[in-house]
């Protein structure tokens, strides 16, 4: 069963860091390239990173460049989101998902997880 599990969500006060993974399970992560997107409430989906499969290439949105890192794993079959100086506007659901390169269109985009939570707030 092909699968994409996300965790590491949360809540965290403005200037305050997470890290985000996202474990794949049936399937091998070396032949995809993932992304990180995000929806707010009432907002449609962004895309935040990608990293390509293997992870020499890596993509950010323009809003989270120089505070964000993705990382992979592929031995672990894990990606990551490292989240530094959060502020307010990151809140979202995040989700990761599997692609064979980096698009920018979330509907080119395979399998999903099923989101985790990440709020910052103080």
């Known amino acids: 069963q092909v699968q994409l599990v996300e965790s590491g969500g949360g809540l965290v006060q403005p200037g305050g860091s997470l890290r985000l993974s996202c474990a794949a399970s049936g399937f091998s992560l070396d032949y995809y390239a993932i992304g990180w997107f995000r929806q707010a409430p009432g907002k449609e989906r962004e895309g935040v990173s990608c990293?390509?499969?293997?992870?020499?290439?890596?993509v950010y949105t323009e809003s989270v460049k120089g505070r964000f890192t993705i990382s992979r794993d592929n031995a672990k079959k894990s990606v990551y989101l490292q989240m530094n100086s959060l502020k307010p506007e990151d809140t979202a659901v995040y989700y990761c998902?599997?692609?064979?390169?980096?698009?920018?269109?979330?509907?080119?985009?395979?399998?999903w997880g099923q989101g985790t939570q990440v709020t910052v707030s103080s």
């Open positions: 990293i390509s499969r293997s992870g020499g290439v890596t």
């Open positions: 998902a599997t692609n064979t390169w980096c698009s920018r269109y979330p509907g080119q985009y395979d399998y």
